[in-house]
């Protein structure tokens, strides 16, 4: 069996090897979407096969949509070229359950897949965009997709050079500039929806776009009634949402039982912006998407294949609940921790009682005191499933040095939030933490880039890991000493942390903890194990 619109007809092939085939006319659907687009979407990686275009499938499926989605790649165009087009924009997702089950279904809702990176291919989204038939234009191009300045805070080259010109280089000048093909070819309403993985992600997205307006308008370059149409809200709505699916990377396990199951389309690719593909995708069964139902002009029916739709507060509550307390820190926490104990599956982790032990008590005992109640889903339920089912699943592939990558980034939301909030209680106190504290400690061990073993490891990338290292590159393995000289500018780092740690009363144990971790080889296990004792669970 090969991916390919006419391989689709050979059903019982399909059937016998357990894989899922469109339930619709996906010739009918193509020449729907072409006529009347719905829905544009921009990111073609694995989150968006597997999620965002699995749920179109769904509604396909039970004819309540005719539209199918189209998706546009403006970062890696090798993912359109590689991909998408040799296998008639058709994808193998493999759903990958806690229970042993595997799901495997073609997934053909993609009516169309674009490399913007080509002109012609990038003059087809501007003639979607300015049909007023578009409801809606989603995103998974990452959080950095939407960042405009460097970290110096100057205007990226490219962004600068698209202001300078109403050029379209950068990513979101062309976001921007097909707004505006919109705008002028009649102001017609339109909901863009990030469902990126980053906090108020819709605000995001707005700033971003808008800036190129304000930009463009300020020099002459459209009029000013643009920039007032981008910040219209019931012209262009920047709702916000919250997005949760594990998608690792094609899994060799994965590629070899498919072709047991005599699918031959497997081969993975890496593209020259590392970016790892193949022409199926893996992911867990769990998934959550919460939007704020702000649509100017309307949107598919996406609640009947789960999606909540809710307003604007409790979107940031159940990314707060889920951010903060319910999975990335618990996700981090074994990151760090697997990458010095020598750990390269997520699932492994969980198997380890020391490692149980500490995620328990960051998300049960530390977190869930001062976790945010959205109300339309349970945080200890949340917390539930994620350390009896989605954590320890041994069929995701998913490893601690995929999850360690930007650490320093992800630290304020998925720690520092809990720490603040221990600050401002009443009650608790934020000197009573103990397996956050060890966690940080860990990371920071962790930059030295050795292992609990004493064997040089690779430090998983991170923006800030350069000026980080500079600080600790001289402490040793099993060196003894007063760390703090050396600690102290990483600890009191606000940016990284959310709060100063020494004002949270929490720096020094930090330092201890490293010390103790430090010691020589084996002591990440040992002090793991002293602090976790007794801890976990509720």
């Known amino acids: 069996m090969k991916l390919g619109n006419a391989e689709l007809a050979k059903k019982e092939l399909w059937e016998r090897a357990g894989i899922l085939l469109p ?94 990176e080509r002109p012609e291919q990038f003059s087809v989204l501007r003639d979607i965009f300015r049909s007023p038939s578009l409801k809606m234009v989603s995103f998974t191009i990452t959080e950095k997709g939407y960042s405009l300045n460097s970290r110096g805070g100057a205007f990226l080259p490219a962004v600068q050079a698209d202001f300078d010109s109403c050029g379209t280089t950068s990513y979101i000048g062309k976001v921007a500039a097909l707004l ?146 319910c999975l990335n820190p618990l996700h981090t926490s074994l990151a760090v921790f697997g990458c010095l104990l020598g750990y390269t599956k997520i699932s492994d982790e969980m198997k380890d009682a020391d490692l149980v032990a500490l995620v328990e008590a960051v998300g049960y005992r530390e977190g869930l005191p001062v976790a945010v109640d959205p109300v339309v889903l349970s945080p200890k339920a949340f917390i539930d499933q994620v350390v009896r089912a989605r954590l320890p699943n041994p069929f995701m592939p998913d490893t601690p040095q995929r999850i360690a990558c930007d650490t320093s980034q992800k630290i304020p939301i998925r720690f520092g939030e809990t720490i603040k909030a221990y600050l401002a209680s009443e009650t608790l106190k934020a000197e009573d933490l103990r397996c956050i504290p060890l966690t940080l400690a860990a990371w920071v061990r962790y930059l030295l880039g050795v292992d609990d073993a004493g064997n040089a490891f690779a430090v998983s990338p ?77």
């Not at 990958?96 to 490399?115: P, Q, Y």
């Not at 031959?264 to 020259?272: I, L, N, Q, S, W």
């Open 462 to 538: 991170d923006p800030l890991y350069e000026s980080l290292f500079a600080h600790v590159k001289r402490i040793k393995l099993g060196g003894a000493g007063d760390f703090h000289d050396a600690l102290r500018p990483i600890l009191s780092d606000s940016s990284i942390f959310a709060v100063n740690l020494y004002d949270a009363g929490l720096g020094t144990r930090v330092e201890g903890l490293f010390a103790e971790m430090a010691a020589g080889v084996g002591m990440v296990r040992k002090t793991l194990r002293k602090y976790t004792a007794g801890v976990g669970g509720l």
């Open 23 to 116: 339930r619709f006319d996906r010739n009918a659907m193509i020449a729907e979407t072409r006529n009347a687009p719905e829905w544009a979407h921009f990111g073609a990686g694995n989150i968006f096969r597997a999620f965002p275009a699995a749920l179109q499938q769904s509604l396909l499926d039970q004819g309540l949509s005719r539209t199918g989605i189209i998706v546009a790649e403006g970062y890696d165009g090798e993912i359109i070229d590689r991909i998408f087009a040799p296998y008639d924009n058709l994808t193998l997702a493999v759903t990958l359950k806690a229970d042993g089950g595997i799901e495997k279904r073609v997934i053909g809702s993609i009516a169309e897949a674009l490399n913007l």
């Open 180 to 325: 505006m093909e919109r705008y002028k070819a009649g102001a017609f309403p339109i909901a863009m929806v990030s469902m990126d993985n980053c906090s108020h992600n819709g605000d995001k997205l707005f700033a971003a776009v808008s800036a190129f307006a304000d930009q463009w308008a300020d020099r002459g370059f459209v009029d000013k009634d643009f920039a007032a149409y981008v910040r219209d809200a019931a012209k262009v709505a920047f709702p916000w949402s919250m997005i949760d699916k594990i998608t690792p990377r094609p899994d060799e396990g994965v590629r070899k039982m498919l072709e047991e199951a005599g699918f031959e389309d497997t081969a993975g690719r890496v593209t020259a912006k590392q970016t790892y593909i193949a022409p199926f995708v893996n992911a867990e069964e769990t998934q959550y998407l919460v939007i704020e139902d702000s649509f100017p002009n309307g949107r598919p029916p996406l609640e009947k294949a789960g999606v909540l739709f809710t307003g604007r507060e409790t979107v940031d509550k159940v990314e707060k609940m889920k951010v903060c307390t």
